[in-house]
């Protein structure tokens, strides 16, 4: 078999499967948490930078695809995020502090950016707190 013939014979066996059964691809995902959710979402990345013709983003999604099957354990990844939560917890704290302290001052501008801080550091946290159930 030809290099070429080898390449696309690849390409469709990752190709087959997603075109198969979509549905099927989407019921597993919202399936699976811990490690297996995150060796699965490397996946789907991978396959999507290999269609795109994006060598060097695969290669590093390889990388981490290898990382995630020898390091990876459902226990510290859940510490890990665990910890997140409470790391942008704190950062809302802090965020409500200065916002505090804009509004004492009076000062619109500053009022209005400390505002938008606090935001994202809580739409920060809801993503870390949402990531506790993958």
Same mark, same amino acid.
């Given at each position: 078999?030809?290099?070429? &013939?080898?390449?696309? #014979? %690849?390409?469709?066996?990752? %190709?087959?499967?997603?075109?198969?059964?979509?549905?099927? *691809?989407?019921? &597993?995902?919202?399936? +699976? &948490?811990?490690? *297996?959710?995150?060796?699965?979402?490397?996946? @789907?990345? +991978?396959?999507? *930078?290999?269609?795109?013709?994006? /060598?060097?983003? /695969?290669?590093?999604?390889?990388?981490?695809?290898?990382?995630?099957?020898?390091?990876? !354990?459902?226990?510290? $990844? $859940?510490?890990?995020? @665990?910890?997140? #939560?409470?790391?942008?917890?704190?950062?809302?704290?802090?965020?409500?502090?200065? $916002?505090?302290? /804009?509004? %004492?001052?009076? @000062?619109?501008?500053?009022?209005?950016?400390?505002?938008?801080?606090? /935001?994202?550091? @809580?739409?920060?946290?809801?993503? *870390?707190?949402?990531? +506790? !159930?993958?």
């Amino acid at each position: 078999m030809s290099n070429k &013939t080898t390449a696309w #014979v %690849a390409a469709m066996m990752l %190709a087959v499967p997603a075109l198969a059964a979509p549905g099927l *691809a989407q019921a &597993t995902t919202s399936q +699976l &948490t811990g490690c *297996a959710a995150k060796q699965h979402e490397i996946e @789907q990345q +991978l396959v999507h *930078a290999r269609e795109q013709g994006n /060598a060097g983003r /695969a290669r590093g999604l390889e990388e981490a695809l290898q990382s995630v099957k020898d390091h990876c !354990t459902d226990e510290g $990844l $859940l510490k890990k995020r @665990q910890a997140k #939560v409470q790391q942008k917890e704190r950062e809302v704290q802090v965020r409500t502090h200065e $916002l505090q302290e /804009a509004q %004492a001052s009076g @000062q619109q501008d500053k009022i209005n950016k400390r505002q938008r801080k606090l /935001a994202e550091a @809580q739409a920060e946290l809801a993503e *870390a707190r949402a990531e +506790l !159930t993958k």
